[in-house]
C-alpha cells in the first residue's frame, strides 16, 4: 500500500502536465458541456468562470457555443496549450495563471465549474479547501449555478478500497489505483500511463503517487450549504453510468447560489 509519505503535499502545484487530447477523458467533453448546459438550462449567452481548467477544454468547447469565459489554472504549460488553440480557433477564452484562492470575483458569472475535480479537495488541508468553496460562491451572482464532477464518493471509495480501474482511448491507456486513508479522508492516487507511440509499441510511466480529499455527497453537500450555495441535484456519471449515486464510485453536484452570501 502507498502511504501519505510517499506524497508531496504541494503535489497539485506540478501534477497535471497532459498538455494533449489524448487522455481518455478528453473524449467526453463535448457530453460534459452538454450536461453543464442542460443543467444551468443555457439559453442565452452566459459568464462562466472554469477553474483548474488545464488545457481549457471544456472552456473552448463553451466558447464554441457562444459564452463569455474565463478559465483558471495554476500550470502555465497547460494553459499555454489553451491559448494557442483559443488563437488558432478565434474563440475569446480569457485564460488567466492563478491560484483559485488569489481570485477575487465578486457576483460576476452565472455559471462557475470545477470540471474532472477542479482541483476540489486538492489543497493542503480542509481549510485551505473550504476557501476554494468560498471563492466559487463569491464569484456567482445570485441564482448562479456551480456544477463540479465527476468527484470521487468517499462512501463509496471506502468500501471498495484499495482498487483499480482503466480508462482508455485510442492511444492512452491509464491504470489508476486508489487507497483510502480512512482517518484523513483522503485517498493516494497513483497512475500508470502506456501511450502507444507512432511504431505502436506501449510505452509505460507511473506517476509519482498524490493524496488528496474526498468527499461524501452528503459532506460537500453541507459545505457547498455553508457559503449558501444550495443544492439542486446530485448524479451519477452523465449518459455513461446510470446507477443510483450512492452506487456510484464518481458522481457530480449542481447548486444554485442563494440570495445572499455573507463571506469572509
Partial sequence: MVSIEDTDPAWYKTAWQHTDNEVPWSQWTTEDVDFISKCA???????ILDLACGTGRHSLELARRGHSVVAVDLEEKLLAVGRAEASRAGLAVNFIHADVRDLSFDSRFDIVLNIWEGAIGYLENDRENERHFEVIARALVAGGHHIAGPLYNADWVARSAPL????MSETVALLTRIDWLSGRRQIVDTC???????????RMKVSQPVCYRIYTPA????????VNLRLVDLYPEPARQPAPVEQSMEYWVHSVKGPRCDLP
Fill in 41 to 47: 438550462a443555457i439559453t442565452s449567452p452566459a459568464r
Fill in 164 to 167: 483499480q480501474f482503466w480508462r
Fill in 192 to 202: 500508470t500511463e502506456f501511450r502507444r507511440d507512432e511504431d505502436l509499441r506501449w
Fill in 219 to 226: 459532506e460537500l453537500v453541507g459545505l457547498l450549504a455553508r
